[in-house]
């Protein structure tokens, strides 16, 4: 199984950024698939996460208001849309993913069998 995280780089405050997940070895349609990041001297933490079904939840509201996760069947992909960053989004993005995490399970770090090597966001003021 591997996990290849990309899309990450330099934005300016208020851009927006897409990155990608691409999977081979599990099918991200029948896992749970989920966002942690990492930023300078911090934990790693979740993102956000979309279980088997399509149910999705996000760490916080602001989250929700400005990220989308999502996946695509086809292309075995899967992607967080990150709209109005901020500097305190700078942070090293990884995407996990998992067959067996139940939905109340979405944001533990410890559910997730498979990780990609994440991208970094930088986000300048």
């Known amino acids: 199984v591997q996990l290849q995280a990309s899309g990450g780089g330099l934005v300016q405050a208020g851009g927006s950024l897409r990155l990608s997940c691409a999977a081979s070895?599990?099918?991200?349609?029948?896992?749970?698939v989920a966002w942690f990041r990492q930023a300078p001297g911090m934990e790693r933490s979740f993102v956000a996460g979309?279980?088997?079904?399509?149910?999705?939840?996000y760490a916080t509201d602001s989250m929700k208001g400005r990220f989308t996760i999502s996946r695509d069947s086809a292309t075995n992909t899967a992607y967080l849309v990150m709209n109005s960053l901020r500097p305190d989004d700078t942070a090293v993005y990884y995407c996990?993913?998992?067959?067996?995490?139940?939905?109340?399970?979405?944001?533990?770090?410890?559910?997730?069998?498979?990780w990609g090597l994440g991208t970094l966001v930088t986000v300048s003021s």
């Open positions: 996990a993913a998992g067959s067996s995490v139940i939905s109340s399970n979405l944001a533990s770090q410890t559910a997730y069998a498979h």
């Open positions: 070895g599990v099918a991200l349609n029948r896992a749970a």
């Open positions: 979309i279980n088997r079904s399509g149910g999705r939840i």
